[in-house]
């Protein structure tokens, strides 16, 4: 019996020691807390989060080698450098700041943060990770604004956003292009159905990645809208000014320059038409050759002589066709070919144009020519034809 209760005392003592070994072999790694705080409960597209980061040491055992690291899909994320080593029961703190890309979703997100370390004990050693997650909210823009609006509203407000300025840009500098001042821009009912559909468009721009790329502010995305709805109204500015500089009638304009812009300007009638007319009723009356200057306002012009000026037997002289014949085809049928013909004959064969009846102003007998070869702006503006008859540009002389 005394053998029996020593062999199972042995055997019990044999286990116990295995058991404690064991443990002393796998030892706990020590105990570390990580707690991540947000400033603000949410934040913008292009915006900085600021989240509050502690490290504390939990345990008796200190910590070396600390490596902070953060993984987030669509988020910037910079944080801060963890001290190389924590004392037993230390702590540490700082600051991560966290961005979230033009392209990610709207709503909460969990981002990930990882702390490795390394620690030794008197019996063992390891490397150990420590896990925790901040959540942050990735709101619209204007979203504390838009909570005002009805339901449903601020969505759309939302939508709409990034195009609201480009349409805004568009009137603005559209109604000085036409001259017709300075107003501030309204985005009414008309503006809704193309702005949402343009919005659509802007809001798949993931298609086009190097555009998400950029990760633009609510800011810079506003003043990307601008410039862009200032775009066609900047160009069409420079072109009406390029189209004037070719083709709008000034009252300094030589016969020979009246004559060039008469002939091929785009506004150019064919035939040409003299035409009378009065300002409102019982105002002045006016009459001359109808034309208009390249935004489309009412030009009275006058009519041209064409002659040799310098040796006159030439209109006969090695010509195809007679000079006067060819003013008479002008006048006529108005074809680009005579009218090139024509215009050739006086740059490089001797004709030359002179002023034969300028636009009139008045009533009647007592109509009496101007001073310039063309009369336009607000002198005539409501213009109401009374006649109309067919009197060619050009007049030939011997």
């Given at each position: ?13 044999l286990l116990t020691g295995s058991t404690a070994i064991a443990a002393e072999e796998k030892p706990a790694p020590p105990d570390v807390a990580i707690q991540i705080v947000p400033q603000t409960e ?293 074809s680009l070919t005579s009218r090139c013909r024509l215009w050739w004959r006086v740059v490089r064969s001797g004709l030359s144009a002179a002023v034969s009846t300028f636009p009139t102003q008045g ?36």
């Amino acid at each position: 019996m005394r053998v029996l209760l020593l062999s199972v005392s042995l055997l019990l003592a044999l286990l116990t020691g295995s058991t404690a070994i064991a443990a002393e072999e796998k030892p706990a790694p020590p105990d570390v807390a990580i707690q991540i705080v947000p400033q603000t409960e949410g934040v913008e597209p292009g915006e900085e989060l600021i989240l509050f980061l502690s490290i504390t040491n939990r345990s008796a055992v200190p910590l070396n080698g600390l490596l902070l690291q953060a993984t987030g899909e669509g988020f910037s994320v910079a944080l801060p450098a963890p001290p190389s080593s924590l004392p037993p029961f230390g702590s540490a703190w700082g600051h991560a700041r966290v961005i979230p890309s033009a392209g990610a979703s709207f709503g909460k997100h969990q981002i990930p943060f990882l702390l490795r370390y390394r620690w030794r004990t008197a019996s063992a050693a390891g490397a150990s990770l420590q896990t925790a997650t901040a959540t942050v909210e990735v709101r619209r823009w204007l979203d504390e604004e838009a909570k005002g609006l009805p339901g449903g509203t601020a969505a759309l407000f939302s939508l709409l956003f990034p195009i609201i300025p480009a349409f805004l840009a568009f009137q603005l500098l559209d109604r000085l292009r036409q001259k017709k001042g300075l107003h501030l821009p309204t985005f009414d009912s008309a503006y809704i159905v193309p702005a949402f559909f343009n919005a659509l468009l802007v809001n798949s721009l993931p298609l086009f990645p190097r555009f998400r790329s950029l990760d633009l502010t609510p800011r810079e995305t506003v003043l990307l809208s601008l410039l862009f709805g200032a775009l066609w109204p900047i160009v069409r500015w420079i072109w009406d000014l390029l189209l004037s500089w070719l083709w709008g009638f000034r009252e300094s304009d030589s016969p020979r320059t009246y004559l060039r812009k008469a002939l091929f300007s785009p506004w150019s009638p064919r035939p040409f038409t003299w035409i009378s007319g009065k300002i409102g009723d019982g105002g002045e009356s006016w009459s001359g050759l109808l034309l208009r200057q390249p935004g489309g306002s009412l030009v009275l012009g006058s009519t041209l002589e064409i002659s040799y000026a310098r040796d006159p037997t030439k209109a006969k002289e090695n010509a195809k066709e007679n000079a006067e014949e060819l003013v008479a085809r002008v006048n006529e049928t108005g074809s680009l070919t005579s009218r090139c013909r024509l215009w050739w004959r006086v740059v490089r064969s001797g004709l030359s144009a002179a002023v034969s009846t300028f636009p009139t102003q008045g009533a009647g007998e007592a109509a009496q020519a101007t001073d310039r070869i063309v009369v336009y702006g607000e002198e005539i503006e409501g213009l109401k034809r009374t006649k109309s008859e067919r009197k060619g540009l050009l007049e030939y002389s011997q």
